[in-house]
């Protein structure tokens, strides 16, 4: 299976928006609403944010959002605060050759 | 809440068999899929599989004439063997709960890293 394709990285300013992309298939992102995305701060383990493309977990915050365009999906982070810098990773069902999930490669967010 | 706990070897040696185990605490491992994800240093995540309460398993292709995956219900437990590893499959590996209701990861455990050397 082929990792989703995510920038290596983006950067914003305290405040500011950023979106974060994630391109797959039409065996994956494109084909089902199944994507969710990770934040990920150094040495600790994932952290749910996004399921269903655009759904939050109880207790994240609505800072973060989720939305999807044929086979990309994005992850916006607005009112960009010091504690959001991290990796962040979106996963996908797939269909590709086995049913499964596919991660994105991820993206380091910096605030500058 | 449920909480979920990785324990094994920290060190293997080439082709050898890694074996490790997650130990499920404040709730069951009836329902939901339980998976392997793994992170080589400085990488991304690759999803390694599942194992469903019903014993049924399903495997990432790249991964899967080497990995296996248990279930121990009465010790509500886990486990992922992969035989055959080289250096390449030195890792951090999480256990996580997959929702299957929504195909996402909602509780993970820390993570234990597994160096594959001689």
């Known amino acids: 299976q082929s990792a989703l394709t995510q920038p290596a990285s983006v950067s914003g300013s305290p405040g500011q928006s950023i979106t974060i992309s994630c391109t797959g298939t039409?065996?994956?992102?494109?084909?089902?609403?199944?994507v969710s995305w990770y934040q990920q701060h150094p040495g600790k383990a994932p952290k749910l944010i996004i399921f269903?493309?655009?759904n939050r977990p109880s207790g994240v915050s609505d800072r973060f959002s989720g939305s999807k365009s044929g086979n990309t999906a994005s992850l916006t982070i607005s009112g960009l605060q010091a504690e959001d810098e991290a990796d962040y990773f979106c996963c996908s069902y797939t269909t590709h050759i086995t049913l499964g999930v596919v991660f994105g490669g991820g993206t380091r967010l910096t605030v500058l | 809440q449920v909480q979920l706990q990785e324990s094994g070897p920290g060190l293997v040696k080439p082709s050898e068999t890694l074996s490790l185990t997650c130990s499920v605490s404040g709730g069951s491992i009836s329902s939901y899929y339980w998976s392997w994800i793994r992170q080589p240093p400085g990488k991304g995540l690759e999803w390694i599989g599942y194992?469903?309460?019903?014993?049924?398993?399903n495997y990432n292709p790249s991964l899967k004439s080497r990995v296996s995956i248990s279930l121990d219900t009465s010790k509500n437990q886990f486990s992922l063997r992969l035989r055959s590893v080289t250096a390449a499959d030195t890792a951090v590996y999480f256990c996580?709960?997959?929702?299957?209701?929504?195909?996402?990861?909602?509780?993970w455990g820390q993570g234990t890293m597994v160096t594959v050397s001689s």
């Open positions: 039409n065996s994956d992102v494109g084909d089902y609403h199944y």
């Open positions: 269903e493309v655009s």
């Open positions: 194992i469903y309460y019903s014993g049924r398993t």
């Open positions: 996580a709960r997959e929702d299957s209701g929504i195909i996402a990861f909602d509780v």
